[in-house]
């Protein structure tokens, strides 16, 4: 099976922009997780879908959603960015969402 | 509120040595831990699961333990090598639908 896919892998954009990062999690499975990982924070969670629907949400302010389509895809938005959402977004895909997680290589987000 | 931390930050270590990487966790009631591991600028690779009623799990020269009466859980690497050279991480899982709570890692140095 192919892994967990993320595009874009860079992105480049400039504060009080919004991205859009996609996610395509292995065949089957029918949860994503989403993460935010910086080198003073470490690996913080920001939501997991789970058939389409948000099971759960971490302490991030409104300006990060996402959403999980009926493939499974799942996308995450950020508006109005800040210098500080500069960091490594990662989405993780697993069946039942409480075993095996299994990672994507991520999308580095540089805000300027 | 589940609380994991890793110590210490970094670790460096000669080729062949055996090693243990300590991973604690402040509320016992846990479903399930997870290791990863991540090569940097790259996401993570599971490489250990956990149940919360098992107490240690195997693969290849890797052998994780937990012990949930303690809050501890330990990867032990056998005969390293620099391919080892990695930042591993210990994640927990509170609840059957809960989010996974991350450490921040143990940078692991090889040294030929």
């Known amino acids: 099976k192919a892994g967990v896919t993320q595009t874009p892998r860079y992105l480049i954009k400039t504060r009080g922009q919004q991205v859009t990062l996609s996610c395509s999690p292995i065949s089957g499975h029918r949860s994503v997780s989403w993460y935010q990982q910086t080198p003073g924070q470490g690996l913080q969670f920001l939501f997991e879908?789970?058939?389409?629907?948000?099971?759960n949400k971490g302490n991030f302010p409104g300006r990060f959603s996402g959403r999980q389509f009926s493939n499974s895809r799942s996308e995450m938005n950020v508006s109005t960015l800040e210098l500080g959402d500069s960091a490594l977004y990662l989405c993780?895909?697993?069946?039942?969402?409480?075993?095996?997680?299994?990672f994507g290589p991520g999308t580095r987000l540089t805000v300027l | 509120k589940q609380e994991v931390t890793q110590i210490p930050a970094a670790l460096s270590v000669p080729e062949g040595e055996n090693l243990v990487l300590n991973c604690s966790f402040t509320d016992s009631a846990i479903y399930n831990l997870q290791w990863f591991r991540q090569d940097p600028g790259k996401g993570l690779t599971s490489l250990l699961l956990i149940q919360s009623s098992q107490r240690e799990q195997t693969s290849g020269r890797l052998n994780a333990s937990l012990d949930k009466s303690s809050g501890r859980s330990t990867l032990y690497i056998a005969a390293s090598q620099p391919g080892d050279s990695a930042t591993y991480l210990c994640a927990v899982r509170p609840g059957a639908n809960s989010k996974l709570t991350f450490g921040k890692g143990i940078t692991l140095s090889v040294r030929p």
């Open positions: 879908y789970f058939s389409e629907t948000q099971r």
């Open positions: 993780a895909s697993s069946d039942q969402g409480t075993d095996t997680q299994y």
